[in-house]
């Protein structure tokens, strides 16, 4: 069967996991659905529930293998999605700094030639997209941010490119990503940001929450440097 966020797939991962799909290319609703799900989870856990890890259409949930196994956890999932659960706590708003000087912004002219704008047509639409955490994963921090505005969208770069610094504001199509390190990447740099994604609270170690709603604010060079 087609998985939806009505009939999701549910998978076994080695001796300690459920993989649930929701759908097979990203799509807001079976993302939505993900996040209900992980919610509900959260809210009311099977026996020997570790961890959930959300993504675009997914979520995997991590269980102990020596409370419980697959078709339980299975059944207990099936239970969430068809009971009555608490609605979602609106996401949070969250702001990123964001400088593009030419220097920060190695990419900014190729992106615009590649999509028939103007530079600052290319940030004006940077700043206008809606965006949402989708997931972390790849790196520490690295959340990937959809709701890149069609008119910007380019496919990843032929061969990446390495020692990208950190903070750099990248895009490759529908994805926005602010990096937390200094590595290389096959995105587009568009810009840098102050701002800090690895907040060195153990307690809450990333900015964002898997859900929450992301504003980019353009900046001068001085306030950049100021908030570095």
Not at 57 to 70: E, R, S
Request: glycine share 8%.
């Amino acid at each position: 069967m087609q998985p939806t966020p009505q009939a999701p797939l549910f998978r076994p991962c080695a001796e300690r996991a459920v993989l649930v799909e929701f759908g097979t290319t990203l799509d807001p609703g079976a993302h939505n659905a993900v996040l209900q799900l992980d919610q509900a989870l959260t809210d009311t856990p099977c026996a020997g529930f570790v961890e959930s890890v959300p993504a675009f259409i997914n979520l995997l949930v991590v269980f102990d293998p020596l409370l419980t196994d697959h078709p339980s956890v299975t059944a207990h999932l099936r239970h969430l999605l068809t009971a009555e659960t608490a609605p979602r706590a609106q996401p949070a708003q969250r702001e990123v700094q964001v400088c593009y000087d030419a220097d920060l912004s190695p990419d900014l002219p190729a992106v615009a030639q590649a999509c028939g704008l103007t530079p600052d047509a290319v940030i004006n639409a940077h700043l206008a997209g809606d965006y949402a955490v989708f997931l972390y994963g790849f790196a520490p921090g690295y959340a990937y941010l959809g709701g890149v505005p069609e008119v910007i969208r380019l496919d990843r770069k032929p061969s990446p490119v390495g020692g990208v610094a950190a903070g750099s504001v990248i895009i490759a199509g529908a994805q926005c990503l602010v990096t937390t390190l200094t590595m290389p990447t096959g995105w587009w740099i568009i810009g840098r940001s102050p701002t800090r994604i690895l907040t060195g609270d153990t307690a809450r170690p990333f900015l964002f929450d898997v859900g929450d709603k992301v504003r980019f604010r353009r900046i001068a060079r001085a306030e950049y440097e100021a908030a570095k």
